[in-house]
């Protein structure tokens, strides 16, 4: 089992920056990937950013140029980076962990991953 607990989120105007963490519970290798995800009302989970054993860092078009996932093994911490923050990246963002073995893992699908957190909230206005 897994726990995930994200932070950072806030309410920023258009132009800025915010930096989300995620604290997991478990030592990185029982993983083969992290990931953020974000999820507006009425919409589906989207994957934004995820750090994988097979595929490294792969990013969101929405998310490339303007966010920078990273990981600290040492602390247990997932980062995202978000510069140039829009309206349209208003969201509850997600931290989520996948568990190895899967033969079907794609890096931005929210089906690869078993585990997720409890989610914090951006608000981008404008």
């Known amino acids: 089992q897994v726990q995930l607990v994200e932070s950072g989120g806030d309410s920023v105007q258009a132009g800025g920056s915010l930096r989300l963490s995620c604290t997991y519970s478990?030592?990185?290798?029982?993983?083969?990937?992290m990931a953020w995800f974000r999820q507006t009302p009425g919409d589906v989970r989207r994957g934004v950013a995820a750090?994988?054993?097979?595929?490294?860092?792969t990013y969101a078009e929405s998310a490339k140029g303007r966010f920078t996932i990273s990981q600290d093994n040492a602390e247990n911490r997932l980062y995202l980076q978000m510069n140039s923050l829009k309206p349209a990246d208003t969201a509850m963002y997600y931290c989520a962990a996948a568990s190895p073995g899967d033969a079907y893992f794609a890096p931005l699908s929210r089906n690869s991953y078993n585990y997720w957190g409890q989610g914090t909230q951006v608000t981008v206005s404008s």
């Open positions: 750090i994988s054993r097979s595929d490294g860092v």
């Open positions: 478990t030592a990185s290798y029982k993983t083969s990937a």
